[in-house]
């Protein structure tokens, strides 16, 4: 038995004119809790550090657009974070927004150590929403206009006596993204969300948003012999809900732990990583029963135009 024991760290709303202080000063509190239950990882949400701003077309407030934006990891306002770690032994995921020192923009994470030390990064692969104002949406959906589409891909990291990899929100509805991660032999992907309960495009699946959540990380999980930890940033911010429903998903799909409020709320589990081999070296034995030569669609480009 490889045990883990992971602290989802839900996280309820942000206010749009918070303080990196005050919100650092919820995910302090939080890694304290889960340095009490036991945890050695807290899996924070996605934009963690302010309000969830593409919901607001700012083109006319650069200003405020920027200080949305990480330009140092950690900062003058993360370093704090780290250090904690370090004194609590805690390591930790973060989504935050980064704006790099060539000028680019990326949803991102970034996975800890105990020791403090950054492990990795990840720069979100699938950016949903809207490129352009939308005057006529009860808010805004602007992660294409605001972000680039992470160039990296989806790699995975040998860390806390494991294999684990990251993603970011609407990347958890895609299959190919745990493939990739389990091709590489993932044993935990931590997910941070920010999902509002109003679907514009189609609000026929405002009902659903739950039941979705749950469909897509349970899947994600058994199709491919892995923990999964989903983490929200839920409740009514700034207006707008958001699903909360943050869980600790078994490689058998079985949810083994989940979110009882929409507010700042620590979801414990110990996760023992050798589980995933059941399914990794039996129903999902990659090398003895995958096809890839019948996949090749799935990995042509997009065609033109
Ligand atoms: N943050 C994020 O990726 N949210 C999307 C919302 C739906 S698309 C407007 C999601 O997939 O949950």
């Known amino acids: 038995m490889r045990s883990l024991r992971v602290g989802a760290a839900q996280l309820g709303p942000i206010a749009r004119h918070a303080g990196r202080g005050e919100v650092v000063d919820r995910l302090v509190a939080l890694m304290r809790r889960g340095s009490d239950a036991g945890c050695q990882l807290v899996?924070?949400?996605?934009l963690a550090l302010t309000t969830f701003f593409?919901?607001?077309?700012?083109?006319?407030?650069?200003k405020e657009l920027d200080s949305y934006?990480?330009?140092?990891?950690?900062?003058?306002?993360?370093q704090r974070l780290f250090d904690e770690a370090r004194v609590l032994g805690v390591g930790f995921?973060?989504?935050y927004a980064e704006l790099t020192p060539e000028g680019n923009r990326y949803n991102s994470s970034i996975l800890v150590e105990r020791d403090g030390s950054i492990v990795g990064r990840y720069r979100k692969v699938h950016l949903p929403g809207h490129e352009?104002?939308?005057?006529d949406r009860p808010f805004q959906h602007l992660e294409?206009?605001?972000?680039?589409?992470?160039?990296d891909g989806f790699g995975v990291w040998n860390a806390f006596d494991g294999i684990v990899g990251m993603a970011l929100?609407?990347?958890?509805?895609?299959p190919e993204t745990y493939r990739v991660m389990a091709l590489q032999g993932v044993e935990m992907v931590m997910i941070g969300y920010n999902t509002p309960l109003h679907y514009t495009p189609d609000p026929s699946q405002n009902p659903l948003q739950s039941f979705h959540n749950r469909l897509v990380m349970q899947a994600g999980a058994y199709q491919n012999g892995t923990w999964v930890v989903g983490v929200a940033k839920g409740g009514i911010e700034e207006g707008v809900e958001s699903l909360a429903q943050s869980m600790i998903i078994a490689p058998s799909g079985q949810v083994v732990a989940e979110a009882v409020t929409i507010g700042d709320e620590l979801v414990v589990a110990e996760c023992d990583?050798?589980?995933?081999?059941?399914?990794?070296?039996?129903?999902?034995?990659?090398?003895?029963?995958?096809?890839?030569?019948?996949?090749?669609?799935?990995?042509?480009?997009k065609a033109e135009g």
């Open 93 to 95: 995921y973060l989504g």
């Open 54 to 62: 593409p919901r607001w077309y700012l083109d006319d407030d650069p």
């Open 144 to 151: 294409r206009r605001y972000f680039e589409e992470g160039p």
């Open 69 to 78: 934006y990480e330009t140092e990891m950690p900062g003058p306002a993360t």
């Open 273 to 301: 990583l050798d589980w995933c081999k059941h399914y990794k070296e039996t129903l999902f034995n990659f090398d003895r029963y995958r096809r890839p030569e019948m996949y090749n669609l799935i990995a042509q480009p």
């Open 132 to 135: 352009e104002h939308e005057p």
């Open 169 to 174: 929100c609407n990347d958890r509805r895609w």
């Open 43 to 46: 899996v924070f949400p996605e």
